[in-house]
Each structure stands twice: as C-alpha cells, then as structure tokens.
C-alpha cells in the first residue's frame, strides 16, 4: 500500500516527524498528515518551521509549500470526519512520530477523541502497521504499561534513541539514524544510515 500517515502529537523531537514526512514523501504515493495543536506550537519553538494556518486549507497549503509536495495531504486534529477516521480509507498504515504519553495512552485506552487518536484506533482494528515513537525521560508505570499493552498488539514501539556506532557527524546524522530506525520497523526502504555489516 503506498500511503501512510504521520501524526506529530506534542511531544518533544517534532524534527524526527517533520524529517519522517520527508523521508516518506520519496517512496509513497501520499503522505496523510494530522499535527496535534500542541505538536504546532511544538514543531514552531524547535525547528523554526511555522506550519499552522488560519483554517485546515491554509494549513494544508503551507505543509504543502514546506514540503514542496501535493503528495502531503493535511486533516486537523479535530475533523473526526476525515477519510483517515474510518476503516473503509485503506492505508499501509500510521506512524506517530514523536509519540506523546498523552497520545499513547489515548491510543492504548481506545479514547478516541481527536483524529490522531481515532486514526491510530483504525489502524489497529484493521489490523494495518503501527509505529509510535513515544518520547518521555524518564517513563514512569504508567507510560510503560502503555507502551507493552499496544506491543502486544502488534504496535511497533520505536522511540527515538540515537545510537553512536555509525560515528555521528552532526545532528542531521542522528535525527536521520531515528528515521531510518523508524522506517525499518514498517518495513520501508532508504539510505539514511549505513548499516552494521
Ligand atoms: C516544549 C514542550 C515539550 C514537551 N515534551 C513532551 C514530551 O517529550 N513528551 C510528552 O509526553 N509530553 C511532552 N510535553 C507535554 C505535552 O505537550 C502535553 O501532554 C500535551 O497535552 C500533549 O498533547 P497531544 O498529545 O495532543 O499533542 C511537552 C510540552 C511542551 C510545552
């Protein structure tokens, strides 16, 4: 299936979601976009990047400049309405990347309130791919219940733990060793790191 959607909720390390979309938007057909409002305010005081509009269609337009691609389609957190929110709107999957513990647990609990929330609620009952990449330091019970109650479901639990053996140069190469993470555990191809031999 050759589309996918990528939910940034408010959590820190909106860059990985940003570079996600990104990464994504060379190998598939679309990329559906949800950004909790949080994760607006978020992704503005990390990266700079401003991608909040007035109305959803002036948000879109902006993702879609930003990203220089009309692949990205964009839905607000509140439109339950969305093609994503049901079933019948085939996808390959989701990635919630970063992953809230505000996020996760709506997900684990079936509290299905915003469209992040509903999506990921589809995407399990559809029994499609799930990847989260929740962000928290450190976790306390709550939040790791959470986490192995949707593992055992299937969900890929992939948080953003860099790793030092690829030797690092710089930020870029930590973010993209993340994201490479993160696409590996749905499966998806890309060169973003060299692999252990
Ligand atoms: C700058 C900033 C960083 C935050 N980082 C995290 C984080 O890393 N993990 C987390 O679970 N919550 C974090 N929070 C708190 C969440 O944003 C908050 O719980 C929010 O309700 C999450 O809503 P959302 O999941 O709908 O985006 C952060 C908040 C702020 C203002």
Not at 61 to 69: M, P
Request: aromatic share 8%.
């Amino acid at each position: 299936m050759k589309s996918f959607t990528v939910a940034i909720s408010g959590a820190s390390g909106s860059v990985y979601g940003i570079r996600l979309i990104e990464e994504l938007l060379k190998s598939v057909d679309s990329v559906y976009v949800c950004i909790s409002s949080q994760a607006f305010s978020i992704i503005k005081m990390e990266t700079g990047i401003h991608l909040a509009g007035k109305t959803a269609a002036e948000t879109e337009k902006k993702i879609q400049k930003h990203f220089s691609s009309k692949k990205v389609r964009y839905f607000s957190e509140s439109n339950l309405a969305a093609p994503i929110a049901s079933g019948s709107f085939r996808t390959g999957g989701m990635f919630v990347v970063p992953c809230s513990m505000k996020t996760l647990s709506g997900i684990a609990h079936g509290y299905a309130n915003t469209l992040i929330a509903r999506a990921a609620d589809v995407v399990l009952k559809e029994g499609r791919k799930l990847i989260l990449s929740p962000r928290e330091m450190p976790f306390n019970e709550i939040h790791l219940e959470n986490m192995l109650k949707l593992a055992r479901m299937g969900t890929r639990i992939a948080p953003p733990i860099p790793a030092f053996y690829q030797k690092p140069k710089d930020l870029n190469d930590m973010v993209d060793f993340v994201v490479g993470k993160i696409l590996d555990s749905a499966g998806i191809d890309h060169d973003l790191f060299t692999r252990w031999e």
